[in-house]
C-alpha cells in the first residue's frame, strides 16, 4: 500500500514538474514574440502618437494622442516586455513613448490617470527608480485626487452633460491603485483615504445581489442621492459587461493588498464566483463581451476582458487557501493558454503589431468591435509575468 502511495505522489509530482516546465517554455514563447511582434508596432506609429487598435479594412493601426485614455499601456507594455527580455530596443522605445505621454500628469479631464501614469510610469519607476518618475506619478495622483466628491465619496469618472450628471463607472477602481501607491511612498496620506471611500461607496452602490457590476451609477451631486444605474459599454443596464466585471475583479484584489482589508477580499472572491461559474462562460474560459449576450457561436469573445481576469486570478490567488488558489491559478492559465493560441494570438507581422485578436471596446457604440486593443496585450502580458513570478 505504501509503494502504491509513492508511486502515486512520484507521478503526481512529475505531472506538475511537467506542468510548470510547458507553461515556462510558453511564457518563454510569448515573450520573445512580443518583442519581435512590437518591433513590427512602433514602425505602424507616427513619433507623437500612441497605438490605439488596427483597421482591418484599412490595414492601418489606429492611433490617439497621449490624452486618450489607453496612452498608457503601450509604454506599459514595453516595459513588461523589457523586463522579461533585456532588449534595449524595446527599452528605447519604452522611453521614447514616456517622454511624450510626461505632460499629461497634469490632466484633469477625467478619471483615467491611473491608466495613463501608473501602468506606464508606474512600472517605468519598478523598473529604474529614477526620482523623475516617481516625481511623475505623485503628480498624476494629485491631479486625480481633484476628481475626488465628498458629497458621494467617490471620485467622478466624466465631467457632466446632457445625459449625466456625476457619473462613477466601474472602471474607476483601477485608477485606486495609483493613489495608494503614492501615499505609500512618501506621498500625501490623503490620497489612500480617498481611495478607500471611493472603493466604499462602489461597494455599496455597484453590485447587485449575484455579484455582478453595473457599470455606471448616475449621482446627484447636491444630495448625495443616486440617480440612476446604466451600461454604458455593455449589453443592456442589467447586464454583466465582460471587462467591466473584471475592472471590479482586479479593482478590490488590488485593494486589498494595499488595506488588508477582508471586505475587499471577500468581494473579490465573491466576483470571482460569479465569472467561473457562470453558465455562459465559454470552455476555453474567454468571456463573450458581455456575460448575458447570448450564447451562440456568432457573438463576440473578448480577449481583453479575458487577459484582465486572468492577471487579477493570479493576484487573488496569493491572498486565498490552496483550494480556492488553485481554481483561480487553474482558471487563469486556461484562459493564458488559449490567448497565446492561434485562436487569439496574431501572427508575426501581422495585426499590425498587435499581440491579441478577437477584443471588444464599445459595442453599444459599434466601434472597436472584434479588433486588437492595446490593453489586451498589456494585462495579457501582466499575466503571463504574474503566472512565472508567483507559480513557476
Known sequence: MKKIIFIFLM?????FAQKKQKMSVLIDQQFHF?????GVLKHNIASG??????????????????????????PGSLLYIYEYTKNPDIKAEAEKRLAILEKEKHYLGNHDLGFMMYCSFGNAYRLFHKAEDKATID???????????????????????????????????????MLCWVSDNGGDKRFKEIAINHANTTLKTHFRADNSSYHLVDYDLK??????????????????????QGWGLYGYTMMYRFTKDKNYLNQARKIAAFLINHP?????????????????????????????IASALLELGQYTGAKEKKLYVNTAETMLRSLASDKYRAKLGENGGFLLL??????????EIDVPLTYADYYY????????KWYL
Not at 49 to 74: I, Q
Request: hydrophobic share 35%.
Open 139 to 177: 503628480t498624476s495622483a494629485m491631479s486625480l485626487a481633484t476628481r475626488y466628491r465628498p458629497s458621494i465619496e467617490s471620485i467622478q469618472s466624466w465631467d457632466s452633460n446632457e445625459l449625466l450628471k456625476c457619473p462613477v463607472i466601474i472602471d474607476n477602481m483601477m485608477n485606486l491603485e
Open 223 to 244: 444630495t448625495g442621492q443616486i440617480i440612476k444605474k446604466i451600461t454604458w459599454q455593455g449589453l443592456a443596464d442589467s447586464s454583466a459587461w465582460a471587462r467591466g
Open 11 to 15: 507521478a503526481s509530482g512529475s505531472l
Open 49 to 74: 502618437e500612441m497605438p490605439r487598435t488596427f483597421n482591418p479594412a484599412t490595414g492601418k493601426v489606429v492611433t490617439s494622442d497621449t490624452k486618450w485614455w489607453c496612452s498608457g499601456f503601450y
Open 34 to 38: 512580443a518583442a519581435e511582434q512590437y
Open 381 to 388: 502580458l501582466e499575466a503571463l509575468l504574474r503566472y512565472k
Open 280 to 308: 455562459n462562460l465559454p470552455a476555453d474560459k474567454i468571456p463573450y463581451w458581455d456575460y448575458n449576450a447570448p450564447n451562440t457561436p456568432t457573438q463576440y469573445r473578448d480577449a481583453s476582458a479575458g487577459a484582465l
Open 358 to 367: 478577437h477584443s471588444v471596446g464599445h459595442m453599444p457604440n459599434k466601434t
